[in-house]
């Protein structure tokens, strides 16, 4: 299938997409997003398959049946748990290749859906707890999780009411509007706030962008930047109105939609940035990354070799 844009095509299917060529830095940042994947968990984890380029990560995926040509990711509701291991990044993982793009929006789903399974497992919990009533481990466990998403201060004692404030920021984010935020953050689209050593998601400050973490420093843990960048939508004030819309969604009964969503993030983001971000989402057709469910397991782990 395709779509015109301007005076030209673009293929959307997801085994062919097409997006703009990544810059040097902003491919160092790609490589940051294609590592995304599961922390430690119950799952086991087949033995690791090295790979030593985004060819060979490519082929990989089809071995699994991730990533099969002009395939519009047929099987939404079993998403393969994928992870890349390693030291850093050779210069082959910035090489241009067919199916790059692909590759990239295949790892990010499998990420940001891995990140969104331990949130709604950690919103249950806080869900099935009863303040009167909890214990002094439970009681300490909802204490700092409510100062860590700053609801209180962590000597604040835990209330219902803190606790439903919590639930307000302890929530799962739309897996089309992280890929998005990720692709452009780390040079989908051209852009000078591609960090070179950081994660694949900056962050506005004072009209220059830091890495996601509290400090601005970059991350080592490609895992640890996603997860620092989702708490960031959840607990900063700029992003009040989008965390009200995704309530709003919830006690509709509604599912979560990253393209409608991001129209919220236009105080933060600019106007300019919040419509790249959408067209994003529009282009890739990433909405239906938000159907999208993982498969039980295992978890496939690909092994970064060093450069030699």
């Known amino acids: 299938m395709t779509k015109r844009y301007g005076g030209g095509q673009k293929r959307v299917s997801w085994g062919m997409t097409r997006i703009p060529c990544l810059s040097r830095p902003a491919a160092l940042c790609t490589i940051a997003l294609l590592m995304l994947a599961a922390g430690p968990g119950r799952l086991a984890a087949a033995d690791p398959v090295n790979v030593d380029s985004v060819a060979a990560l490519a082929r990989e995926l089809r071995r699994i ?9 047929a099987r939404l509701d079993a998403i393969p748990r994928t992870r890349i291991a390693g030291p850093g990044a050779p210069s082959a993982w910035r090489e241009k290749v067919p199916f790059r793009n692909s590759v990239f929006i295949r790892m990010a789903l499998s990420a940001v859906l891995q990140v969104n399974e331990a949130l709604v497992a950690t919103r249950a919990r806080v869900q099935s707890l009863t303040v009167a009533r909890a214990g002094p481990a439970d009681l300490s466990w909802l204490s700092h999780l409510i100062a860590d998403y700053g609801v209180a201060t962590a000597d604040e004692p835990p209330t219902e009411a803190l606790k439903m404030s919590l639930l307000r920021r302890l929530d799962t984010l739309p897996p089309s509007l992280v890929i998005a935020k990720g692709a452009l953050d780390s040079g989908w689209l051209p852009s000078r706030y591609t960090q070179p050593e950081g994660p694949a998601f900056g962050r506005w400050t004072l009209g220059r962008v830091t890495a996601a973490g509290a400090d601005g420093a970059g991350f ?3 895992r640890a930047a996603l997860e620092a960048y989702m708490h960031h939508l959840n607990t900063h004030p700029d992003f009040v109105a989008m965390r009200d819309a995704r309530v709003a969604l919830r006690a509709e009964g509604r599912s979560l939609d990253g393209h409608a969503l991001a129209a ?21 057709t990433l909405k239906r990354t938000n159907r999208a469910r993982l498969a039980a397991g295992p978890v496939f782990v690909f092994q970064r070799a060093e450069e030699r």
């Open 65 to 73: 049946e991730f990533l099969i040509p002009d395939h519009h990711l």
């Open 220 to 222: 080592r843990q490609p």
């Open 264 to 284: 919220y993030l236009a105080p933060a983001l600019g106007r300019l940035a919040t419509q790249k971000l959408q067209r994003v989402i529009r282009r890739n």
